[in-house]
């Protein structure tokens, strides 16, 4: 999945209800992510430089390669911004490759790849196994009715640790990684394994973009 996507109009006045929400589009499936959060009624921006990141309210990093994402944050000049934004309690959201961007401490990864430590949690990279590995299950997920979420997993990273303050949101039902925790949240934090955005299921969306006009 690529990130040549347009721009999203951000010239109209934004409602209250109607919280920008940025989606790093340096890499990965970052057209996904525009389009639930605009279907969740948020205002999605794509950001690739310090002055997008300022202008919105919250943040989505999407899946893809973590380790060429964190490259690109370097490379753009955006790993200490969102450092920073992340100390000062800016939402964000990441799944699959943003989960383990967002972690304070990331395993079988290369020593160079960086990580923002959004959320105090160790992540093990490629946790699942490889492309072939991947998989479909059905996940509860604390604060989402109406069902199961159905959860696509693709080369999928798990968590380790949690730490103090972190809630566990959703750990994998049955079969040889039963148990693993795949999805967290650390207050305004949210960070899943999997791909919600690829399912048509907006519920994890929705929980985000509900979570940020919380926080305004």
């Keep these: 999945m690529n990130a040549s996507v347009a721009a999203p109009a951000t010239g109209a006045q934004?409602?209250?209800?109607?919280?920008?929400?940025?989606?790093?589009?340096?890499?990965?499936?970052?057209?996904?992510?525009?389009?639930?959060?605009?279907?969740?009624?948020?205002?999605?921006?794509?950001?690739?430089?310090?002055?997008?990141?300022?202008?919105?309210?919250?943040?989505?990093l999407p899946g893809g390669e973590s380790t060429a994402i964190s490259k690109l944050l370097e490379v753009f000049e955006l790993l200490e911004p969102v450092r920073a934004r992340l100390r000062e309690g800016m939402p964000a959201f990441g799944s699959c490759a943003g989960m383990i961007l967002l972690a304070a401490e990331v395993l079988d990864t290369r020593p160079d790849a960086q990580h923002l430590s959004g959320i105090d949690m160790t992540v093990r990279r490629n946790a699942f196994g490889r492309q072939v590995d991947s998989f479909e299950t059905d996940l509860e997920f604390a604060g989402l009715t109406d069902g199961p979420v159905r959860a696509v997993f693709i080369r999928a990273p798990w968590v380790e640790r949690v730490g103090a303050g972190v809630e566990v949101l959703a750990t994998v039902p049955s079969?040889?990684?039963?148990?693993?925790?795949?999805?967290?949240?650390?207050?305004?934090?949210?960070?899943?394994?999997?791909?919600?955005?690829?399912?048509?299921?907006?519920?994890?969306?929705?929980?985000?973009?509900?979570?940020?006009?919380?926080?305004?």
């Design 175 to 216: 079969g040889p990684a039963a148990g693993r925790i795949v999805a967290v949240r650390q207050g305004r934090v949210v960070a899943t394994s999997f791909h919600p955005e690829v399912t048509g299921d907006l519920r994890v969306h929705r929980l985000f973009v509900d979570l940020v006009r919380d926080a305004q």
């Design 14 to 60: 934004q409602s209250p209800d109607q919280p920008t929400i940025g989606v790093l589009a340096l890499q990965g499936d970052v057209r996904e992510h525009v389009a639930a959060l605009a279907e969740c009624g948020a205002q999605p921006v794509l950001v690739r430089r310090a002055s997008e990141l300022a202008s919105v309210d919250a943040l989505v």
